[in-house]
């Protein structure tokens, strides 16, 4: 049962699980990080280092590497999942029948299960009914938080328990949570903002100034506050750290995969091109794909996420979805149309 200080579990070792285990591993004794690849998890079990995602940064002594499932998950107070979404449903199937009735499943990953157009609350329950949901989110580069920079963070649960277990594992040392129980809203914000951050990417990319990406974050952030309030997510949310706040980060600094990948289509390249470039996983590219029906499914308008996605899918020019969001009809910031005379 869980202690004073919690046995932690996380499933990932990309450069976001391995920052969070090692920040972890910096408060608290027993801290585990899982890998699906036995090769990788052996070279960071030896060398001390995730030289593939986050290198120069030290693996604490404490933090224990292995890719085996059972050794991974047994006997954790808190098992935190951070692996692509496309792993998402996966992971959580294979963990649940490992699991013990007082062991606590969170997540740190964002994105919607592009099979589906799930969110992944949803994915939980249907996989492990029952368990309370859980997501830490919130404006956060890997390298910053690996590097001890400080950082904060909004952990999203209808229950208190789960709450504080995640704050007695990750709230210290330079890293702050704040409690939210709006798992819906926080799981948006965290999602479309990599949407927006491809459109202020593009817009950089394409040269078209400082004016144009102050538009297109402040137009992205009504964006999803409509569809917020379609689906019934808090305004407040998406004015926090998981909203405003990681829409800010993503769409303003170079450490974001989801700008950089902006960057280099608003410069010609291909989409092909520019995910080879980056090398690692760029969740907003495939958020893009379901964004559009997320949309017409709530019945509201997001034209800055439909021209993303008519730029990474449909083959439409960047300057030709810039024109085509220039000549939208005006409109007040409310939302109501007011004419051209």
């Not at 285990?21 to 608290?28: K, P, T, V």
């Not at 951070?82 to 969170?106: D, H, K, M, N, Y």
């Not at 690996?146 to 709450?163: K, S, Y």
């Not at 303003?252 to 995969?257: E, G, K, L, V, Y």
């Amino acid at each position: 049962m869980p202690g004073d200080a919690p046995r932690i579990c996380v499933l990932g070792a990309g450069s976001w699980g391995t920052a969070l285990a090692i920040h972890a591993a910096r408060m608290h004794p027993d801290v585990v990080l899982w890998g699906r690849d036995p090769g990788h998890a052996a070279v960071l079990e030896r060398s001390r280092e995730n030289a593939r995602y986050l290198p120069g940064v030290s693996l604490p002594a404490n933090l224990r590497i292995t890719a085996d499932r059972e050794g991974a998950v047994g006997e954790r107070d808190l098992i935190l999942v951070v692996v692509p979404t496309s792993g998402f449903r996966e992971t959580i199937r294979w963990v649940a029948p490992l699991l013990q009735p007082w062991q606590r499943v969170a997540w740190a990953t964002k994105g919607l299960e592009m099979s589906t157009g799930s969110w992944l609350h949803e994915v939980l329950q249907e996989e492990l009914p029952g368990q309370p949901a859980a997501v830490l989110s919130g404006p956060s580069f890997a390298g910053e938080v690996a590097r001890e920079q400080p950082t904060a963070l909004t952990i999203a649960t209808g229950d208190p328990g789960l709450a504080a277990l995640v704050a007695r594992a990750f709230h210290g040392r330079a890293m702050r949570l704040y409690r939210n129980s709006d798992v819906l809203g926080v799981g948006l914000g965290g999602a479309f903002k990599n949407v927006l951050a491809i459109a202020a990417g593009i817009s950089d990319g394409a040269g078209f100034g400082a004016n144009a990406r102050a538009a297109l974050m402040t137009r992205g952030l009504a964006e999803l506050q409509r569809l917020g309030q379609a689906v019934g997510a808090r305004s407040e949310t998406l004015t926090g750290l998981s909203g405003l706040g990681d829409l800010v980060l993503t769409c303003t600094d170079d450490q974001s995969r989801n700008r950089r990948l902006g960057l280099y289509l608003g410069q010609g390249f291909d989409l092909d091109t520019a995910k080879a470039r980056i090398g690692q996983a760029v969740e907003g590219a495939e958020t893009a794909r379901v964004a559009v029906a997320k949309a017409a499914e709530a019945g509201v308008e997001m034209p800055i996420c439909a021209e993303v996605h008519a730029v990474l899918y449909r083959g439409r020019p960047v300057r030709e979805a810039v024109r085509r969001l220039l000549e939208r009809d005006p409109v007040a910031e409310d939302g109501q149309a007011f004419g051209r005379g």
